[in-house]
């Protein structure tokens, strides 16, 4: 399988290990990903202004350029999946965003949200299997591990409609098809304060560390998570108690190949 790939900005600098293990994986799954030429920052964060135009004019153009290959645009890390897809809706449901967006870049043919947006984690649910993971699986990681979907991923329920917002559970049966002991905790879908970072430390710090303790508490050995965002929250907030790692990294792990990465 081939399929057009969105990495964004932070997979090529600071966030490598979350897009490295994420290719050697897919090819020992059979999906060739194809990463878009000229592909441009997504904003980082989705304007919720009507009037906003010039901010979504990349994820539009990355959306329209997967359109012309195949139709399905992959995506990893959690912010850019969240704005591409809701700039997608928009181009969908908005007719006046759509109008004025496709005026502005002049497209050989209007774009109006045909493609569909995939992130990695329903890939490997929907398009390939989680059964077949498991198939291809030669180093279980055997330990409890909890699985932190974070805000972005999963608000707005209604555009992103990535899994249940109250009781996701892509996360845990990913985790157990590499055979570790999936951990459900209470702060696994909620926010670890990543967009205030810079207004208010203290609330990051605060909502970061809540994230840790209710794994810890309820058993975790490792967080895994698909935000770079995240990562460095919990990692920075943490304490350092339980290890936090991008879930493409144990992906790797399992199938053999994390020493490629």
């Known amino acids: 399988m081939r399929i057009s790939y969105y990495p964004g900005c932070t997979l090529k600098t600071q966030a490598k290990d979350l897009d490295r293990y994420a290719r050697v994986s897919a090819q020992v799954l059979g999906v060739e990903m194809d990463e878009i030429e000229n592909w441009q920052c997504c904003g980082g964060v989705y304007n919720t202004s009507r009037d906003e135009i010039a901010t979504k004019l990349s994820a539009l153009r990355a959306l329209e350029q997967a359109k012309r290959n195949g139709g399905k645009l992959l995506t990893l890390c959690s912010a850019c999946h969240n704005v591409i897809k809701r700039v997608n809706d928009d181009a969908k449901n908005d007719e006046n965003f759509c109008a004025k967006a496709n005026a502005y870049l002049s497209f050989d043919e209007p774009y109006r949200g045909e493609t569909q947006v ?4 329903e890939m490997l ?3 390939i299997g989680f059964q077949k993971i498991a198939e291809k699986i030669v180093r279980p990681v055997k330990k409890k591990i909890a699985g932190y979907y974070g805000c972005l991923l999963l608000r707005p329920s209604k555009v992103m409609a990535f899994d249940n917002p109250e009781n996701p559970s ?5 985790i157990e098809a590499i055979g570790g002991d999936p951990v459900r905790f209470p702060m696994r879908n909620e926010c670890c304060g990543a967009y205030v970072s810079f207004k208010d430390k203290d609330l990051t710090a605060k909502r970061s560390r809540l994230v840790i303790e209710s794994a810890e508490s309820a058993g975790a050995e490792i967080v895994v998570t698909a935000c770079p965002l995240c990562l460095y929250n919990l990692r ?3 304490g350092g108690k339980i290890d936090v790692v991008y879930f493409t990294e144990l992906l790797a792990e399992a199938l053999g190949v994390k020493e490629n990465g």
């Not at 892509?170 to 990913?174: A, D, G, T, Y």
């Open 118 to 121: 995939i992130h990695y984690l």
């Open 125 to 127: 649910r929907d398009e």
């Open 236 to 238: 920075k907030n943490g």
């Open 170 to 174: 892509v996360l845990e049966n990913f």
